[in-house]
Structures are given as structure tokens and as C-alpha cells.
């Protein structure tokens, strides 16, 4: 003799089944914020180190500042001439480049501190990613 599901089962086993479909949705959902998140981190680090590339040496410092030691200050963008600092849109997102230079910790002469911050907006709030070294002339 044959026993057929009875309702309960169908509907134990229907609730079953939307559980585990709910989680893979969220783990598919997961992955997908943490992708976007990643492009986004990856793109920051690659500008900020160039920028630290392009800053690093003394007499591209120099030439930046117009005085020998480089002089400190912040260095963004200037909205009447195209400059290095102009905002950089990849992926639909525009980055915003800052050069900071300090004095280094021992001999402001011969050592500066570079900082280089990229922002973005992300959802409704700024973000900074900031890189910092010391660059020596020598």
C-alpha cells in the first residue's frame, strides 16, 4: 500500500527548501557587495601609489613646490588649470587626489614626510585612503 506526502509535509518540506534558497541568495548578494568593495579598494591603492610614484622623487618636489628644500603644504587640485590633482572618475566613481608635504622628523632640509590621500564618496559618505613615506634627498 502506497502512502502519499500529506500536507504538513509538503509544507515542512516547501519551508525547507525557501530557507536554504534564502541563504544562497544572501551569500550571492555577499559576494557581490564584497566584489564592488574590493574594485573599489583595488583602483584607491593603484592611484595613491602612483602618485606616490610620480611625487617621490626630490626634484619632481621641487619643481611641485617651486623652492629647494621642497616646501611643505597641500597640494589638490586647481580648478582653473588641468594639474596632476584633477579628479580621476573610474568606474563611474571620481577620485580626488591630495599631496601633503611635512617636514620629516629629523632635518626638514634633506627630509619630508609625503602623504598622498585619495577620496571618494561611497554611498553618501567620504572616504579617504591615505599613503604616507618618507623621501629623502640624497
Do not use: H, R
Given at each position: 500500500?502506497?502512502?502519499?506526502?500529506?500536507?504538513?509535509?509538503?509544507?515542512?518540506?516547501?519551508?525547507?527548501?525557501?530557507?536554504?534558497?534564502?541563504?544562497?541568495v544572501n551569500i550571492y548578494t555577499q559576494g557581490y557587495r564584497n566584489l564592488r568593495k574590493s574594485r573599489v579598494n583595488t583602483a584607491v591603492y593603484?592611484?595613491?601609489?602612483?602618485?606616490?610614484e610620480d611625487y617621490s622623487d626630490w626634484s619632481t618636489l621641487i619643481s611641485l613646490t617651486g623652492s629647494d628644500p621642497p616646501a611643505s603644504g597641500t597640494y589638490?587640485?586647481?580648478?582653473?588649470?588641468?594639474?596632476p590633482f584633477d579628479p580621476i572618475t573610474l568606474n563611474n566613481i571620481t577620485y580626488t587626489p591630495t599631496l601633503d608635504i611635512t617636514d620629516g622628523?629629523?632635518?626638514?632640509?634633506?627630509?619630508?614626510?609625503?602623504?598622498?590621500?585619495?577620496?571618494?564618496?561611497?554611498?553618501?559618505?567620504?572616504?579617504?585612503?591615505?599613503?604616507?613615506?618618507?623621501?629623502?634627498?640624497?
Open positions: 500500500m502506497k502512502k502519499a506526502l500529506g500536507l504538513i509535509e509538503v509544507c515542512i518540506s516547501i519551508a525547507i527548501i525557501t530557507i536554504i534558497l534564502a541563504s544562497i593603484n592611484l595613491a601609489k602612483g602618485f606616490m589638490t587640485d586647481n580648478p582653473t588649470v588641468s594639474d622628523p629629523t632635518n626638514p632640509n634633506l627630509l619630508k614626510q609625503l602623504n598622498v590621500s585619495i577620496s571618494w564618496v561611497e554611498g553618501g559618505i567620504t572616504k579617504t585612503f591615505v599613503v604616507t613615506t618618507l623621501k629623502a634627498n640624497y
